[in-house]
């Protein structure tokens, strides 16, 4: 079996990553997890976060990047970093953020997720100006360890919106 490459994403990855990003979305967070996100605020929140568009729109986006893991050209998970926007006192935009860390349901168990996260770290660091940040739902437990391991402390909370539903956050600080 071929081993998976982790390279960075180009545009005409877009709407792999949208439909990877989407899927990994509902196994997680509505699947493993079973947040009862009403379909009037979780549909309007899938288009808007995973459309080909919406992602293609995201690879644009200045001081931002994004690396994707794949195998035989099957996108197998992604990461994103960029200007922070998380809400904290002391963040600031020259701050960089890990936005996603996303590994598909086919390819959770093979460290994927370690290797994208160990790149957006590297890269991150030569990017920025202050501290790291990381937004984490506050009950992805395995989430918070992994990025625990890697330094980052709880610095605060804030209400991530999907529509009007609104999921409760950690915010995290390398730093």
């Known amino acids: 079996m071929t081993e998976p490459l982790i390279r960075p994403v180009c545009p005409e ?11 990994t979305f509902l196994d997680t967070f509505v ?10 605020d ?6 808007a976060s995973f459309s080909p568009g919406a992602i293609a729109a995201k690879l644009e986006e200045p001081r931002a990047a994004w690396w ?4 035989n050209g099957d996108p197998l998970a992604f990461a994103n970093a960029g200007p922070n926007t998380l809400p904290h006192p002391e963040a600031r935009p020259e701050h960089m953020e ?6 598909g349901k086919a390819a959770q168990g ?8 160990a790149v957006a770290l590297d890269w991150m660091e ?15 437990l395995k989430a918070q360890k992994l990025y625990a391991a890697h330094g980052f402390e709880k610095a605060g909370e804030y209400q991530y919106p999907v529509g009007s539903w609104r999921d409760d ?7």
Do not use: K, M
């Open 126 to 140: 030569v990017h920025t100006a202050g501290p790291l940040w990381i937004g984490v739902w506050s009950g992805n």
């Open 98 to 103: 890990l936005r996603r860390l996303y590994v």
């Open 42 to 47: 979780l549909a309007p929140f899938l288009a």
């Open 31 to 40: 699947g493993d997890f079973g947040i009862p996100y009403p379909e009037a």
């Open 68 to 71: 994707v893991a794949e195998r």
């Open 110 to 117: 093979l460290g994927l997720g370690t290797q994208l996260l």
């Open 13 to 23: 990855d877009a709407a792999a990553l949208g439909a990877l990003g989407r899927q």
């Open 169 to 175: 956050e950690f915010i995290l600080r390398r730093g």
